[in-house]
C-alpha cells in the first residue's frame, strides 16, 4: 500500500501541481475503530492522503493506524479511497495484528475558511490477524461462515486545517 | 466501560466479564467454519486451557433434522456431507463431565446450548413441516437426557439452553418436553445476518409464548429497534459470532452482552483478561 501511495505521489508530481498539508482529526460513529483519532497528509493536485493514528488507545489497548488516499475523478472531489488498516488488539500476554484492505469513496464536503471536511465510505476486509501466539487466520471465501464476519462498512469523516505548501 | 474506568482512576471499578461459550463445538484457533459441528472438533474445544483452567463455560452444540431420511444429525448445514448422530456430541459431552477437575472458567455451572437448526435440506429455506418439527424436538431431548444423565451421575452443575432461530421449534421443545427433566433448561432466541442475505433471523413476535431466558444476536448486525425491544423482554444477551475483529470488540465494549458465543476461545479469554 505504502508502495502505491507513493507511486501515486511521483505521478501526481508530473503535473504541475497544487500542494497543500492537512491536519486533523479523524471521526466516526461506527465501530470500525475508535471514534476520535488524529491524523495529517498531503494533497497533490486529484490526489489526497493521510495517515491516521489512534490516541485512544489507551482507553482499551486497542490501536488502529490508517493509511490511505483517495483520487478527486468528479467534481466535488468525489473519488476512490483504497487503504490499509492495522489494528492492534491488547490481550492478556501478548498483542493480536488485524490487517484491513480498507477500499471506498471519498468526497469534499464545502470547507470553512482553513477548515476542510472530507466524507468517506468504506469496506474494510480483514485480510489476516496474526500474533498474540496465536495461530495466523487468513481470509476464506470457502463459505459465507468463513467471512461474514471479516467485510464490515463504515463511514468516517475528516475534519482538518489545510494549508498550500 | 475500560476508558471510564481508566478516567477514574482510584476508584474501584467493576469491568462486566461475560460468560464464554464455544461456538458450535469448535473453538480452537484460528476459526475453521469447516470443522464446526465435528466430534474431533469438539473433544480439541473441550481440552482448551487458560491459565490451567478450562477455556470457556459453556458449548454450543446444533442439531439438524435431515428430512430426507428422517435423520437427527450433528451439523450446521448440508453444504457438506454430515452423518454424525445428533446423540454423538451429547454423549462426548457427558464423558467429559465424568473426567476430574474444573468444567468452566469461572466455576459456575456449565452451558449447553443446543440449537434447533431451522432447514431440513441443503436450500436454507426449507423447513420443518409439523411432523419433523416433533421430530426435531424429541431429538433434541433425547440429547438432552444424555447430557442431564452424565451430569446428574458425576454432580455437574449444568445447564441446557434450547435455541433457535425458529419460535416454533422452541414452542415444539416445549410441547414435547418429558416428566423427567433432572437439570435446568432454558430458551434462546437468535438473530442473525438480516435477510435477504440470510433467511434464517425472524421476527422478534415469532417467539411469542415461549419464556426465553436469553437472545444471542451476531455483534456486526445489531438494529436500534432490535435492541431496544431486546432490553425491553429483560433477556440475557448474547453475542455470537465466528471470527472476532476489531469490530467485535468494540460492540461488546459498547453493549457489555453477558455472554459471548465465539470460535476463537482462547483469544476471547485473553481479551476480557488484558
Not at chain 1, 468525489?78 to 484492505?101: D, E, H, V, Y
Not at chain 2, 475500560?2 to 480452537?28: E, F, K, T, Y
Amino acid at each position: 500500500m505504502i508502495r502505491v501511495v507513493i507511486v501515486l505521489l511521483v505521478l501526481a508530481r508530473g503535473a504541475a501541481a497544487d500542494k497543500s498539508w492537512h491536519a486533523g482529526l479523524d471521526l466516526r460513529a461506527d465501530l470500525g475503530a475508535h471514534p476520535i483519532r488524529a491524523g495529517g497528509g498531503l494533497t497533490i493536485d486529484k490526489l489526497d492522503t493521510m495517515l491516521v493514528l489512534d490516541p485512544m488507545f489507551w482507553t482499551d489497548g486497542q490501536h488502529d493506524i490508517d493509511l490511505f488516499a483517495t483520487y478527486g475523478v468528479a467534481d466535488g472531489g468525489w473519488g476512490p479511497l483504497a487503504g490499509w488498516r492495522t489494528s492492534t488488539i491488547g490481550i492478556a500476554g501478548g498483542t493480536q495484528l488485524q490487517q484491513k484492505l480498507v477500499l471506498g469513496v471519498g468526497a469534499t464536503l464545502p470547507s470553512i475558511n482553513c477548515l476542510r471536511i472530507h466524507w468517506h465510505f468504506e469496506l474494510a476486509t480483514l485480510v489476516v490477524k496474526h500474533g498474540g501466539d496465536l495461530p495466523t487466520q487468513w481470509i476464506s471465501f470457502a463459505t459465507g461462515r468463513d467471512f461474514i464476519d471479516l467485510l464490515n462498512f463504515g463511514m468516517f469523516l475528516t475534519v482538518e486545517y489545510a494549508r498550500p505548501l | 466501560m475500560r476508558g471510564l474506568c481508566s478516567l477514574a482512576l482510584l476508584v474501584a471499578c467493576d469491568i462486566p466479564q461475560p460468560a464464554v461459550i464455544c461456538h458450535n463445538g469448535n473453538c480452537v484457533e484460528p476459526t475453521d467454519a469447516q470443522a464446526d459441528d465435528t466430534i474431533e472438533a469438539l473433544r480439541a474445544s473441550l481440552a482448551l486451557e487458560y491459565k490451567g483452567r478450562p477455556a470457556f463455560d459453556g458449548i454450543e452444540l446444533d442439531s439438524f433434522w435431515r428430512a430426507e431420511d428422517s435423520t437427527c444429525l450433528y451439523a450446521h448445514d448440508l453444504d457438506a456431507a454430515r452423518a454424525t448422530p445428533a446423540l454423538e456430541p451429547a454423549m462426548e459431552l457427558a464423558a467429559h463431565f465424568a473426567e476430574p477437575g474444573d468444567i468452566t472458567y469461572s466455576g459456575g455451572p456449565f452451558e449447553i446450548s443446543l440449537e434447533l437448526k431451522t432447514h431440513v435440506a441443503v436450500s436454507h429455506t426449507a423447513r420443518h413441516t409439523p411432523e419433523q418439527r416433533t421430530q426435531h424436538a424429541m431429538c433434541a431431548w433425547e440429547m438432552y437426557a444424555v447430557i442431564a444423565d452424565g451430569a446428574v451421575a458425576n454432580n455437574r452443575d449444568v445447564v441446557v439452553v434450547f435455541s433457535s432461530f425458529e419460535g416454533a421449534l422452541l414452542r415444539e421443545i416445549m410441547a414435547t418436553a418429558p416428566f423427567s427433566r433432572p437439570i435446568p433448561h432454558q430458551y434462546a432466541g437468535i438473530l442473525g445476518v438480516p435477510a435477504p442475505l440470510d433467511p434464517q433471523s425472524q421476527e422478534l413476535s415469532t417467539y411469542e409464548g415461549v419464556p426465553l431466558s436469553a437472545f444471542e444476536i451476531h455483534d456486526q448486525w445489531i438494529h436500534d429497534a432490535q435492541w431496544e425491544a431486546l432490553l425491553s423482554m429483560d433477556v440475557e444477551i448474547v453475542f455470537w459470532m465466528f471470527s472476532a475483529t476489531a469490530e467485535t470488540f468494540e460492540a461488546i465494549q459498547q453493549y457489555e452482552p453477558d455472554k459471548l458465543v465465539t470460535s476463537e476461545a482462547r483469544l476471547m479469554r485473553r481479551w476480557l483478561d488484558r
